[in-house]
């Protein structure tokens, strides 16, 4: 036999213990698909019962401030109601913290009354987002730019509030508030939805 008939016949060889394989595999695959299923139709249903079962604020928001790796649609469809009755979004989550990634938006035409709304939602989120690595607690900005100058978003550090900019991972301080209240007019008037 010559050297390529070799290297065919290993090649076949190996094909062929290949398919055996994927065949023995093809029904575990198959299983863990309906047990998946069955888990996703069981935690909806778990979901179901323990949402309506949080009665306060607090206990919703401590339910919906941890990011769910196992999230139903029902409960991501909850978090984002919970966080849009407060005029704050979901934006994915933060890795270091594990917790959801929220986003605020401040229109040119809102209202002071509607600000300090908004102001006491962050405040109260505020007192259940764990600080990153950095020590910085952040919710950002959806702006009229829609991010084409960089990311802005609103940071405590400590008592330290001040909106950030980054570009290109390069951190800017833009301005510093004595409050969330006051970065919320800054921002209705330089940097509105």
Known sequence: ???????????????????????????????????????????????????????????????????????????????????????????????DTMQVALQFKAESEDTDEHLESLAVSIETCLEVIKENKEGIKALSIAEKTCSEHGIYTLRVEGERIYINLTVYSRDEVVEEFDSVYQALLYIRKHHYY
Request: no cysteine; proline share 3%.
């Open 1 to 95: 036999m010559s050297e390529l008939e070799e290297a065919k016949q290993a090649v076949s060889k190996l094909e062929d213990q290949l398919e055996a394989v994927y065949k023995q595999l093809t029904p575990l695959k198959n299983k863990q698909t309906r047990i998946s299923k069955k888990l996703t139709k069981a935690l909806e249903s778990l979901d179901k019962l323990i949402v309506p079962s949080l009665t306060t604020f607090e206990e919703r928001l401590k339910h919906f401030i941890p990011y769910n790796f196992r999230e139903t649609t029902y409960h991501y469809k909850e978090t984002r109601k919970f966080f849009g009755d407060i005029g704050l979004m979901t934006n994915g989550y933060y890795r």
